[in-house]
């Protein structure tokens, strides 16, 4: 069984509605008539491409052409001509004079498809004729690449196969806007832990007080994942007179990097920084997808995944990366930064005004001298220190004192953190729950962790934030909709190291309880069989310390080396006074049986 079928019929009806719409102007002579609202959006779908010099010299000159059809021949190009111009509009002052109205109007569409969700949508693309297979063949992960069943078109092969192999794997594919590429994520080392910061939470970098200024080449990045929807500040040492006794300056000063919410499910990156003799300097974003959120992330306060957030200077331009993808650039232009006020901090600086806030998980922080970054680039999930390193903090757990959590800093520096209102959210570790499985017999064999909300759900499942659980989020349903014949799924991408005999755990809600405490349900791995879950199962409490966290055991399974797939389907409402669709996964353990 594939999951979920429902939710790829609904996107192949909208496909075919989308392809209905450009089919016509494809009948007639080409330029013979301008694109309907509808062509347009599809086939700025269809023309995501990485920019190559190539593309970016034939952006140039037809920008600066003159022409009168110069705009409509770099819609044809379609989304890699708005990264290019949005690289050139910097550097060239000609492309600059004519491209604004042209980027205004490109973002547009950008927008557009990524509020439908087209741009990265297996399953919409596979039914948009050749060009949408084409995509499809290019974009998906070689691990989802097959020959084509018999008797299937190319097209329904990528829609029944390869669109459902992504649906499942929802949360462990990473997009790599510089290669056009779905990427199954690498899993996070054990000393990258997440740091979750709230409110007024900050991390103060000792010794960091004037070390970045902008007129001199450097790269601020790092890895992040946003919770909530207000404004996040990210990292700043932002100063200006008045604003607190305790920072005395007479000018405006450093820099405020932070995330603007642009209504609900869009926000902006925006870089604020002081100039001589005393003003503001700023680079903003056009808005753009939180997180990228899959639809089982709607109504959550998790963005899905961490993103790579970059800002760098070249001494000449200012850039802003997000994913790898430049979002924003702009020239300097003589302006002259003043240097900040106070230690950097990741989060809310010291003394902030009240209405400065955080709201993130961090899990990677860089600064570097020179622009290590100019164009799109793929972002190393683990940041590695070099010659060039200026701060590179360890984000292994460590103790509270006073407190204040304390990140090293690996560079010769020792520009080490001082987090304040910050706390490390726990990981599930595989050598902790292997002690812990010897209370049900077992423990002998090695443990591999899934974390639930790395997989994909029905329409109703949501990922919560957490701070006690796995990772910081689990898994969630809560519902009073019967779903009818397809149930409530769920689906968790997993990988064994080898082959051999498996034994499945669920890790979450307690099923000492069975139905009156949550939904019994059935499961499944790859495409074995389904089993039911109907009744209590013994229960392992306080898994990693954690008195609500409980696991429970749920079968053997002999599987091959390589990736799988967990599934759990829901079977009915819980049976206690609310009676609804209700059960929290945190994540899938699988112990090997010796």
């Known amino acids: 069984m594939r999951c979920p079928r429902w939710s790829l019929a609904i996107r192949a009806t909208l496909s075919l509605v989308l392809l209905a719409a450009v089919t016509p102007a494809s009948a007639g002579p080409e330029g013979s008539r301008a694109p309907t609202r509808e062509e347009s959006i599809v086939r700025w779908a269809l023309s995501y491409a990485p920019v190559t010099e190539d593309l970016r010299q034939r952006v140039r000159e037809i920008a600066r052409s003159g022409a009168a059809d110069a705009e409509a021949r770099l819609m044809e190009i379609g989304e890699p001509a708005r990264r290019a111009l949005l690289a050139l509009v ?9 491209a604004t109205p042209w980027l205004a109007r490109m973002q547009d569409l950008e927008n557009e498809v990524e509020r439908r969700g087209l741009a990265q949508n297996v399953g919409t693309l596979a039914v948009l004729g050749a060009d949408g297979a084409a995509r499809v063949a290019r974009l998906v992960p070689a691990e989802a690449r097959g020959h084509v069943p018999a008797g299937l078109t190319l097209s329904e092969s990528l829609l029944g196969d390869r669109a459902a192999w992504c649906e499942e794997r929802a949360g462990s594919l990473r997009y790599l806007p510089a290669t056009d590429r779905l990427v199954l994520r690498e899993p996070w080392e054990r000393d990258q832990a997440p740091l979750r910061m709230r409110g007024r939470s900050k991390l103060e970098l000792a010794g960091t007080e004037r070390l970045v200024g902008l007129n001199s080449p450097v790269t601020l990045e790092m890895w992040v994942r946003t919770l909530g929807r207000q404004q996040c500040y990210l990292a700043t040492d932002e100063a200006w007179p008045g604003m607190s006794p305790e920072v005395p300056t007479a000018v405006k000063a450093g820099l405020a990097l932070r995330r603007n919410m642009r209504g609900t499910v869009t926000s902006t990156l925006e870089l604020t920084c002081g100039v001589a003799p005393n003003g503001w300097w700023t680079i903003e974003s056009a808005p753009l997808r939180v997180g990228r959120r899959s639809k089982a992330a709607q109504g959550s306060d998790v963005a899905r995944g961490f993103e790579h957030v970059a800002v760098t200077s070249d001494g000449k331009v200012v850039r802003l990366f997000r994913d790898g993808e ?10 002259r930064f003043a240097r900040g006020v106070g230690e950097l901090c990741v989060g809310v600086r010291r003394h902030a005004y009240s209405d400065r806030v955080t709201g993130m998980d961090v899990r990677g922080f860089r600064l570097s001298e020179g622009a290590l970054y100019t164009e799109d680039f793929v972002p190393q999930q683990r940041l590695e220190k070099t010659d060039a390193t200026l701060v590179l903090l360890d984000f292994s757990p460590s103790p509270t004192v006073d407190g204040r959590t304390a990140l090293r800093d690996l560079s010769p520096s020792q520009h080490d953190g001082a987090a304040e209102g910050a706390l490390f959210v726990p990981v599930l570790d595989g050598i902790q729950i292997r002690a812990d499985l010897a209370a049900l017999g077992g423990g002998a064999g090695e443990v591999i962790i899934a974390e639930a909300e790395d ?5 109703h499942w949501s990922v919560v934030s957490r701070d006690n659980r796995s990772g910081g989020s689990s898994a969630e349903i809560y ?4 779903p009818g014949a397809e149930g409530h799924a769920l689906a968790v991408p997993f ?28 499961w499944q791995v790859d495409d074995g069989p389904w089993t039911p879950v109907l009744r209590p199962l013994p229960t392992l409490s306080a898994i990693g310390g ?3 966290l409980d696991l429970s055991p749920l079968g053997v399974s002999a599987l091959t080396a390589g990736e799988h797939v967990f599934r759990m389907r829901l079977l009915a409402p819980r049976q206690g006074r609310d009676r609804r669709w209700s059960i929290w996964v945190d994540a899938i353990a699988f112990e090997a049986v010796p």
């Not at 910097?90 to 004519?98: G, L, N, Q, S, Y």
């Not at 430049?326 to 302006?335: N, S």
């Not at 064994?496 to 979450?508: D, E, I, M, N, Q």
Request: hydrophobic fraction near 35%; charge should be negative.
């Open 90 to 98: 910097p550097v060239d002052t000609e492309v600059a004079r004519v």
């Open 326 to 335: 430049l979002v924003a650039a702009r020239a300097i232009d003589g302006a």
């Open 455 to 459: 997989g994909g759900g029905t329409e």
């Open 479 to 482: 519902s009073n909709i019967d």
């Open 495 to 522: 990988r064994l190291p080898r082959t051999g005999t498996w034994r499945t755990f669920v890790v979450g809600a307690g099923l000492e309880r069975g139905p009156h405490g949550v939904s019994p349900f059935a």
């Open 546 to 548: 954690d008195p609500q």
